[in-house]
């Protein structure tokens, strides 16, 4: 049943009401943040530090030491390159993302101070936190204010203006995962606009050079620091980083669109959101947004992205608080008859490949019914 179909329209008073109890549970979450969650997050912190010295350790053993007993090899790399990609997916999805949204901001701790943090990836955070942060959070799948909706390269939604251009992305999707640390770097340079002109090269060059700086030191790090410490055996440390970058881009990916683009997902219009009221704000989040079940190693591995309903409710709440937060925020849903749109990896991940695959195509958007613009 199309979710749409399932969202009942709210009158403006129980608009109110459903904004309110959500803005509660806001609040009693506050007020019980303490020790457990400094604790949880500094555990974090240790983990990424640990997983990434061993990671970086096995790969040179294997390096060095394959090359006199060559049974060491290919085990130490393999385990070494799966370490450091966990190292990398834990510090972009639990550590960084979360701390860039100012869940810790709170602690007073200067390693985790939203407002400074600088991540692990060729992105800069400063550039994150204004697409992510303020644009992506503020105007969620709201198309001409969201830049996150297909990212200037992907047409997800049939309400996107088809063009022949598009044919061409169930393969640019493929590249895009792969290389999806790059894409996010360079998505606040709006190349399209340089490209039309309606920003000069020497505006772009501008705008390009803490973005530059940034993207040199994460190869300086990756591609040649680590490796030249092997010596005459760098390559395995070579292909080792190269192949936990692959990994951590394509799982943040995978995360990310199984969050946005599932099929019941929604986009609006920017005549929508004028005079949107707390309650609609709520209700545009929750219908443009996916959650994944799996328990607490899917909540850890996607930085409790899997609870991107409570993420987008509440960015700024401890991601670890949002499994508690969800027994909750789906009752209300489902007290104010609004469908809340959860499934497994493998289920939500395969409505996403459906839209890519769909809308390369020309498409046009059917009526959804009780929009949150419709309401009141």
């Not at 550039?127 to 992510?132: A, D, E, P, S």
């Not at 990756?222 to 030249?228: C, E, Q, S, T």
């Amino acid at each position: 049943m199309p979710r749409h179909s399932r969202n009942r329209k709210l009158t403006s008073a129980e608009l109110g009401h459903f904004g309110a109890e959500l803005d509660a549970l806001r609040t009693r979450t506050v007020a019980t943040l303490g020790q457990g969650d400094a604790n949880y997050i500094r555990r974090i912190v240790a983990a990424v530090r640990y997983t990434g010295f061993a990671g970086r350790l096995l790969l040179m053993i294997g390096a060095i030491g394959g090359a006199f007993v060559h049974a060491v090899l290919w085990p130490a790399c393999i385990a070494g390159t799966l370490l450091l990609a966990l190292s990398k997916i834990l510090e972009n999805m639990e550590l960084g993302h979360n701390v860039m949204h100012g869940q810790y901001d709170w602690m007073r701790d200067p390693a985790l101070n939203g407002r400074t943090y600088e991540w692990d990836i060729a992105g800069t955070s400063d550039n994150w936190r204004k697409t992510h942060n303020y644009s992506h959070h503020t105007w969620t799948n709201v198309r001409g204010m969201d830049d996150d909706i297909g990212y200037g390269l992907l047409r997800l939604f049939p309400e996107q203006r088809w063009r022949p251009f598009y044919l061409a992305q169930p393969v640019i999707a493929v590249i895009f995962a792969l290389l999806f640390e790059w894409g996010v770097a360079i998505q606040d340079l709006r190349l399209g606009r340089w490209l039309t002109g309606r920003v000069t090269t020497a505006q772009l060059r501008e705008k390009f050079r803490p973005v530059g700086r940034k993207m040199a030191r994460q190869l300086l790090k990756d591609y040649v620091l680590f490796p030249l410490l092997a010596g005459p055996f760098f390559l395995p440390v070579l292909l080792g980083n190269v192949v936990a970058n692959v990994l951590r881009n394509i799982w943040t990916y995978t995360i990310i669109f199984c969050g946005h683009f599932t099929a019941d997902a929604e986009v609006f219009s920017k005549d929508s959101v004028q005079g949107e009221s707390r309650g609609q704000w709520y209700l545009r989040q929750l219908r443009g947004s996916s959650n994944l079940t799996g328990g607490w190693l899917m909540n850890l591995m996607s930085g409790n992205l899997s609870h991107q309903v409570e993420h987008h409710f509440y960015p700024d709440i401890p991601a670890n608080r949002y499994a508690a937060m969800a027994v909750e925020v789906r009752e209300i849903c489902a007290r104010y008859g609004q469908h809340y749109n959860t499934g497994s990896l493998p289920k939500q991940f395969g409505q996403v490949i459906w839209r890519i695959l769909r809308h390369a195509f020309p498409s046009r958007p059917v009526a959804r019914l009780g929009s949150p613009q419709a309401t009141g």
